[in-house]
């Protein structure tokens, strides 16, 4: 059963999403450079001022870069700084096994919620040492299975991989393989609103057949954007907030910390 929050039918739901944190077990570990318990910690403390309410958390994969039962551990200690509901997805570098380790008595890692007028999925892209994603028949089935039972309620997707040509060529190999199926399949449920993604470590808003795609900066490292080959961007780490209406509508935005000094390693790499 999905979890079903008390929340007003009319009432916009306030979510926050942390994207690709990429956490160590190690405290003092780096990423290109980056302390990502250092940066993450500075993104929540960023919502934390900007967003007073939060209805849940979105953790859209990569949480850790070691697949370590500690990463997970930390991550979900620092977002119950937040006070709000929190759901989980594995991306490419997390590890099933200590992932689900660290959420025993939890429930961020259920893949449906009710809130207000919507009903937010999370489903897993991931295949198994590989670095690009897929949605398998399990994941497709629980997709049309959730459409088709909450025909009423507008719909959230969440995964990892980019189901986009994004610009960036060395990414292009490494989205979401059979992406023409679930456009194919969202086609025939109108209440598909929103599709929400990680894994390119930049924002993204686009409209494709009335379902808004949207994809947000990492909470550590960001990927340059428009670029041929691997690059990392300048940018700081961020995070999105969105409001989902009553009406269907999906308003939305990217902030980022401020007063960010960060050197690129490449030796340090990813």
Known sequence: MPHQSIAPVDAPVHLVQLTDSHLFADAQATLLGMNTRESLQRVIDKVREEQPRIDAVLATGDLSQDGSEASYA???ELTASL??????LAGNHDEPMPMEQAAQGTDVLEPIMDIGNWRILMLNSAISGAVPGML?????QLLEQSLQAAPQRHHLICFHHQPVAIG???MAS???RNADALFALLKRYPQARGLLWGHIHQEWDQVR????LLASPSTCIQFEPDSEDFKVGEQAPGYRWLRLHADGQIETGVSRVTDFAFTIDHADGY
Do not use: E, T
């Open 174 to 176: 490494i989205g979401l």
């Open 209 to 212: 057949d009335g379902v808004r």
């Open 83 to 88: 006070k709000a509901p929190s759901r989980w």
């Open 74 to 76: 930390y991550f979900r």
């Open 168 to 170: 960036c060529a060395w």
């Open 136 to 140: 398998d028949a399990s994941q497709l």
